[in-house]
């Protein structure tokens, strides 16, 4: 599953002006007092092609994020992603079918009431184990592919629309908890469509380990009340270019879990050297369904995928990304080869004041 | 995919891991998101800056090659929400983009 497939829909570019509108409005009430806050445009754009079981898609894609602080204690935020679609139409025919989407990823307002404690208001992402919340954004993920499992636990569209409480519990020199806890009402509006549910995650982090272990739960509290449990574990030794990320998730109807390991070469002459540039990748993971309902977004059979990827970091913020993975299930082993290029962008929304 | 399969990866997994902690570096930033890394080194809030962004930021995502100091209080502002930085924390990171 392509991580464009989430939360986006096709439609006209109305909401696309929507979007604009609301934010000139952030931009507009944004503080411009310090010449440190101006209101910043980051995100990434890409181009990607991924060809399943021997069918080929292309897919330019951008995701632009905008942030503007209001006073010491109020920012706004928000994600949209806006991507088209190619693939060659099949049969005898010639030439190319395409489609067209803009999305609403998130768009929501935060209070940092104290040290310990932040209110999130507005559209926001479902905070359910890692993957939704921190590394969907195209110029962060390693893979073109989202994980099997990410449909689980976020409430169908990943982002929820209400209330959410986070922050940092506890912070010491060897260990820091944090926690996230929010409530989502129903919504079927086009560009904020939720799911009515609630729930929260918590993680621990140990600096000098450089080990994060995390806890996550929620339920749908529409349609069938459904809980779902997830937990996660990240490794990354300190000062080496050594990652290692892991995510277990159990629904109502399905479950699975992906582990992802990646080393960016940099023993190899440094991080900027033509081989210290390279980033080996690869992923594993496995889904097993718990009963037939098949409405959670998971393979309607245990299915079993291995990912090997290749990226390769080139100057300037991009990226290019490379991988072939092998999916194996009782419905049918596939291949799904995939290529490309991310930029990442980051500059202030205008010039700000000169300090 | 079977058990020799999963065999198979596991042992990938555990050989990369081994891989890295036997190559471990000293102190190698992957890249520098701004100024000169001399400066970055003076000074204890500056190291805490750093310290933090390497144990926060850095988690997700690698830093940025360079970005207008005009925007930097709201990266931070931005981070401190993300990534759940206590308030020490994100006067520290502010410290380590403008030194």
Known sequence: MLRSGFGLINCSAAPAIRYLGLALVVLVTANHGSAQNTPLISGGAGFFTSTDSGNTDYLPIAEPLLAASAGKHILFESRATFLESFAPNGGNQTGYSHSH???????QGDYIASPHFTLVGGYFLIPFNTYNDRLTPIWIGNFQDVPLILSLGILSSGSGLGGMVRGNAIARNKYTIDYAYFYSARSANEQ?????????????????????LGLSYDRLLQGTHENFYGAHAWWEPKDTAFRLRSE??????????????????????GADSAIGRFEPVFRMQQTFRRDTVVSDGLPSVNTQRADFGLDYNLPHNTRILTSYARQFSVTGDHNVWETGIVYR?????????QQ | MNAKHLVFGTLVLASASVFAVATQQESVPQTKPYKDPARNQSGQSQNDGERVFKQNCSRCHTAPEGFSPSISGTIVR??????????????????????
């Open chain 1, 101 to 107: 989407s803009i999305g609403l990823t998130y768009v």
């Open chain 1, 192 to 212: 904020f469509s939720a799911h009515r549910g609630n729930g929260g995650r918590s993680i621990l982090y140990l600096p000098e380990q450089r080990l994060e």
């Open chain 1, 248 to 269: 277990f998730s159990r629904g109502h109807h399905a479950q699975g879990y992906w582990v992802e390991a990646d080393y960016r070469l940099q023993a190899f002459g």
């Open chain 1, 345 to 353: 962008f980051l500059f202030p929304a205008w010039k700000g004041k």
């Open chain 2, 78 to 99: 931005h981070m401190r929400v993300r990534a759940s930085l206590s308030q020490h924390d994100e006067e520290a990171l502010l410290h380590f983009f403008n030194p």
